[in-house]
Each structure stands twice: as structure tokens, then as C-alpha cells.
């Protein structure tokens, strides 16, 4: 027992504390987890509450985006559809939430596969244009059975995740971490088991290239949009029974536009990265209300001026000045070090040619 905890202390400190960027989400990710039993104050609790959902929804469109290059504006659409599925079921069948919101993202899965549909014979810019009519479409439906959906109003009544803001962030931020490590794990292109993540790579890169080397890239996208569909549609149901409406604007195209910026933010194609910007981007969007006139123009600004000096988002900007690769081995460490942490090799000597 005693030995057990000794490795897993090891394992502990090598593969998370050793490297800048783990250790820092880790405690970042505790300190997410503490606050609230010292902040109890009930705005700053549903603002913690939506930043956790909307990081699983940033999260999957950088599944999606990020990875195999499909820029998807319709991406909201399978945020707003499982959103309706929960609350429809919910207000219909009085179908409790640990049912209705696994059932809304399933009910996402299909509309992300109806939606990859065209992904499949259009490539680049030309599938971005199409997704663009998607939202309008799916909205359109909303409006012509109001009976159904509620039409502008949208459907009221849905019941809440808990009796309390403070359960329900620590219902929300657990499934939060919970989602984004699997799609961490899901799209790392190191995975000796999983290797999801260096096909949609291939496939991001050079599509008849990766079909030239044997990728199935019909059946990886399809996977992808299926798995970013699921994880918006979690997204999307704990959404519905936190704010307890289930509305168009879940549909609309301007909000299908938050998880682009989040992640562009952030840092497309490392899941991290849509976490990061969005756990920024969204707390600092709600403190801004402070000054409603100018809030927008302020939230622009930054986000122009962060890509100006950051074009690949923070997390990049963050991993090339505190992390350092070993050419012999290929193990991250400290950029501090002169060797690696593992077999010895200088890490600087390539920088060093450079130089000379």
C-alpha cells in the first residue's frame, strides 16, 4: 500500500507538477473547486456555474474545429437542440434532469451527424458557408410550431439542476472536468490507445494525404462531429436546468460565434486552450456590466490586442516561454533547465547553433 502511493506520488509529480502548464490548470482546477465555500455570494456562483458550462461547449467545438479543421458555425445548433430535448422532456414527462440531459445530448449526436452530411462533400470555406444557414433554418422550425416549442418565448418551467446555487456548481463543475479530460484524452495524439487525435491532426493538415496513408477520414469525421455533438449537447441540457428556459437564442448565430471566440482565445486544437479563454472571456464579459456603455468596446479591445501578441492564443503563447521540449526524447520540462529532466540531453543547444 505504502509503495502504491509512493508511485503514484512519482507519477504525480512527473507528469503533472514537472510541467508549467498541468500544474498550473491542476491548481487552477482546485482553487475552482474551493471557492465557493468562501464566496457564497449568488451572482459570482452563477457566473462560476455558466463559465463551467459554456467551457464544455467552447471545449467541443475545438473537437470539432480545432482538430479536424471544419470551421462550424452551426455549432450552437446542437447546444440549443439538446437544450429543447431537456426541456421538453422534462415539462412533458416531468423526466428528471440525470435523464433529460444525457437524452439532449444523444438527441445533439443526430443533429451533428445530419449536419456532417455536407461536411462531407465540401471542404474549407465552403462547408463554414453553409453552416452559416443552419442556425436560421433550425430556428425557422422553432417559430412555426409555437405550440410546441413556445416560439419567441421559448418554454418555461424547466426544473432546476438543485435547490441551491452552491449545488449546483458543484453538480456543473465536476461533469465540467469530468467532459473536458475525456475530450483531453480523446484528441491527444500521444495516446498509445486512443488514436483519435493524430488522424483528425492528418486530416486538419492535408486530407488527401491522410486518405493517401490509409485514414478514413469519412468514418474520423464523423466521430468528431458526433463527439463534439454529444459533448454540446451536455453542455446544452445543463444549461436548460440551470437558467430554466429553453429559448432561440441557444439557436441563434451570434452565439454560435462564443465558443469560436473562446477558443481562438485560448488556443484552437488543445482543448485547454477553449477552457482557459473561456474561463476568462465570460467572468471578465459579466464584471464589464459595471460600465454597460462602453463594456463591448472594452471586451473587443482585449481580445484584439491578446491575438496581436498572442496569434495562437494564450495557452501556446504560455507553453513556448515556459516549456521546453527535449530533441532527444521528446519529454516537456521547464524551460528553466539547461537538461533534460529525464535522459540528460541539453536543452538548449539547438537555440544555442542558432545563435552562433
Given at each position: 500500500?505504502?509503495?502504491?502511493?509512493?508511485?503514484?506520488?512519482?507519477?504525480?509529480?512527473?507528469?503533472?507538477?514537472?510541467?508549467?502548464?498541468?500544474?498550473i490548470?491542476?491548481?487552477?482546477?482546485?482553487?475552482?473547486?474551493?471557492?465557493?465555500?468562501?464566496?457564497?455570494?449568488?451572482?459570482?456562483?452563477?457566473?462560476?456555474?455558466?463559465t463551467?458550462i459554456?467551457?464544455i461547449f467552447?471545449?467541443?467545438?475545438d473537437?470539432?474545429g480545432?482538430?479536424?479543421?471544419?470551421?462550424?458555425?452551426?455549432?450552437?445548433?446542437?447546444?440549443?437542440?439538446?437544450a429543447?430535448?431537456?426541456?421538453?422532456?422534462?415539462?412533458?414527462?416531468?423526466?428528471?434532469?440525470?435523464?433529460t440531459?444525457?437524452?439532449?445530448?444523444?438527441?445533439?449526436?443526430?443533429?451533428?451527424?445530419?449536419?456532417?452530411?455536407?461536411?462531407?462533400r465540401?471542404r474549407?470555406?465552403?462547408f463554414?458557408?453553409?453552416s452559416?444557414?443552419?442556425?436560421?433554418?433550425v430556428?425557422?422550425i422553432?417559430?412555426a410550431?409555437p405550440?410546441?416549442?413556445?416560439?419567441?418565448?421559448?418554454?418555461?418551467?424547466?426544473?432546476?439542476?438543485?435547490?441551491?446555487?452552491?449545488?449546483?456548481?458543484?453538480?456543473?463543475?465536476?461533469?465540467?472536468v469530468?467532459c473536458?479530460l475525456?475530450?483531453?484524452?480523446?484528441?491527444?495524439?500521444?495516446?498509445a490507445?486512443?488514436?483519435?487525435?493524430?488522424?483528425?491532426?492528418?486530416?486538419?493538415?492535408?486530407?488527401?494525404?491522410?486518405?493517401?496513408?490509409?485514414?478514413?477520414?469519412?468514418r474520423q469525421?464523423?466521430?468528431?462531429?458526433?463527439?463534439?455533438?454529444?459533448?454540446?449537447?451536455?453542455?446544452?441540457?445543463?444549461?436548460?436546468?440551470?437558467?430554466?428556459?429553453?429559448?432561440?437564442?441557444?439557436?441563434?448565430?451570434?452565439?454560435?460565434?462564443?465558443?469560436?471566440?473562446?477558443?481562438?482565445?485560448?488556443?484552437?486544437?488543445?482543448?485547454?486552450?477553449?477552457?482557459?479563454?473561456?474561463?476568462?472571456?465570460?467572468?471578465?464579459?459579466?464584471?464589464?456590466?459595471?460600465?454597460?456603455?462602453?463594456?463591448?468596446?472594452?471586451?473587443a479591445?482585449?481580445?484584439?490586442?491578446?491575438l496581436?501578441?498572442?496569434?495562437?492564443g494564450?495557452?501556446?503563447?504560455?507553453?513556448?516561454?515556459?516549456?521546453e521540449i527535449?530533441?532527444?526524447?521528446?519529454?516537456?520540462?521547464?524551460?528553466?533547465r539547461?537538461?533534460?529532466?529525464?535522459?540528460?540531453a541539453?536543452?538548449?543547444?539547438?537555440?544555442l547553433?542558432?545563435?552562433?
Amino acid at each position: 500500500m505504502f509503495t502504491r502511493i509512493i508511485l503514484l506520488y512519482r507519477g504525480f509529480k512527473e507528469d503533472i507538477i514537472a510541467i508549467p502548464t498541468r500544474a498550473i490548470l491542476f491548481f487552477g482546477a482546485v482553487i475552482l473547486a474551493i471557492i465557493p465555500l468562501f464566496i457564497r455570494d449568488p451572482y459570482i456562483l452563477s457566473t462560476l456555474t455558466y463559465t463551467a458550462i459554456f467551457a464544455i461547449f467552447a471545449a467541443s467545438w475545438d473537437m470539432l474545429g480545432g482538430y479536424t479543421g471544419v470551421v462550424s458555425l452551426a455549432h450552437g445548433v446542437m447546444f440549443g437542440i439538446a437544450a429543447y430535448t431537456s426541456a421538453l422532456l422534462n415539462i412533458n414527462l416531468a423526466l428528471p434532469p440525470w435523464v433529460t440531459i444525457p437524452i439532449g445530448a444523444i438527441a445533439a449526436v443526430i443533429a451533428g451527424l445530419i449536419i456532417a452530411i455536407p461536411a462531407l462533400r465540401v471542404r474549407g470555406m465552403y462547408f463554414t458557408l453553409i453552416s452559416i444557414a443552419i442556425p436560421y433554418i433550425v430556428t425557422g422550425i422553432v417559430y412555426a410550431f409555437p405550440e410546441f416549442t413556445g416560439g419567441e418565448l421559448g418554454k418555461s418551467g424547466v426544473c432546476s439542476l438543485a435547490n441551491s446555487k452552491l449545488e449546483q456548481y458543484y453538480i456543473v463543475y465536476p461533469i465540467m472536468v469530468l467532459c473536458c479530460l475525456i475530450m483531453w484524452k480523446v484528441t491527444d495524439s500521444r495516446s498509445a490507445i486512443i488514436r483519435l487525435g493524430i488522424k483528425l491532426k492528418a486530416i486538419r493538415e492535408d486530407e488527401i494525404a491522410a486518405r493517401a496513408v490509409g485514414v478514413n477520414t469519412v468514418r474520423q469525421k464523423l466521430t468528431a462531429f458526433a463527439i463534439s455533438g454529444f459533448f454540446a449537447g451536455m453542455a446544452g441540457g445543463l444549461y436548460v436546468h440551470v437558467i430554466r428556459v429553453a429559448g432561440p437564442s441557444t439557436l441563434e448565430l451570434m452565439f454560435a460565434f462564443n465558443p469560436l471566440i473562446w477558443t481562438v482565445f485560448g488556443g484552437i486544437g488543445t482543448i485547454i486552450g477553449p477552457i482557459l479563454g473561456t474561463y476568462i472571456l465570460y467572468p471578465t464579459l459579466e464584471f464589464l456590466r459595471i460600465v454597460p456603455e462602453i463594456r463591448m468596446l472594452i471586451f473587443a479591445v482585449l481580445i484584439v490586442m491578446i491575438l496581436y501578441f498572442m496569434p495562437e492564443g494564450l495557452i501556446e503563447w504560455f507553453r513556448d516561454k515556459a516549456e521546453e521540449i527535449c530533441p532527444r526524447c521528446k519529454l516537456v520540462n521547464v524551460a528553466s533547465r539547461k537538461t533534460c529532466r529525464a535522459c540528460g540531453a541539453d536543452l538548449h543547444l539547438e537555440r544555442l547553433k542558432c545563435i552562433k
